[in-house]
């Protein structure tokens, strides 16, 4: 502390604090601005995305940097929701990619890829044979085929939910 200045109130927040009230916070735009104000806050907003065990980017304009860049702190992730919606998330094969490298997604139960149509086989088999621990996948609305299907069964043993509606590649070399 500087002479004559004095700590804030909220300055003296422990970091395990800051990280319970930052993890409050569900708009990500909210804890980007958070991070910027002292080295103490982006602390506290890595470390309660680090806690998160869900993550839902539907309905939020994410790209493939924004996405990954969050996904990538997110140690102890579960849940994975990055549908498309109407102003939603707009990942492509290189932010699957880029997902299938963090380090949670092994310890992944759910994820939701619904209506992401910037995705292929490509991406979604990359992400697929890491996410080895899956239980609920939802990718109705892409434009998947059946290698997508195979690669999901040779590495998803325990997947319980596999939502395929409007999968509309699937449905036509399936009617092939």
């Not at 690669?151 to 449905?171: G, V």
Request: aromatic share 8%; proline share 1%.
């Amino acid at each position: 502390m500087r002479r004559g200045v004095e700590e804030a109130e909220i300055d003296r927040l422990p970091i395990d604090l800051l990280a319970h009230i930052f993890s409050l916070i569900t708009c990500f735009k909210d804890l980007a601005e958070a991070s910027r104000v002292c080295r103490k806050w982006k602390q506290g907003v890595e470390e309660s995305l680090a806690r998160r065990e869900k993550l839902s980017f539907s309905g939020w304009k994410m790209d493939d940097e924004s996405t990954t860049r969050l996904v990538f702190l997110a140690y102890s992730l579960k849940e994975l929701d990055i549908s498309r919606s109407r102003w939603g998330c707009q990942i492509t094969d290189y932010g699957l990619h880029q997902l299938s490298t963090a380090k949670c997604i092994g310890n992944l139960s759910s994820v939701s890829l619904w209506g992401s149509t910037g995705i292929t086989d490509k991406g979604v088999i990359q992400l697929i044979s890491r996410a080895t621990s899956l239980e609920h996948l939802n990718i109705g609305g892409t434009f998947i085929t059946d290698a997508s299907l195979f690669a999901i069964a040779d590495s998803c043993p325990r997947l319980k939910y596999n939502l395929l509606a409007n999968t509309l590649e699937f449905i036509t070399v399936a009617l092939s």
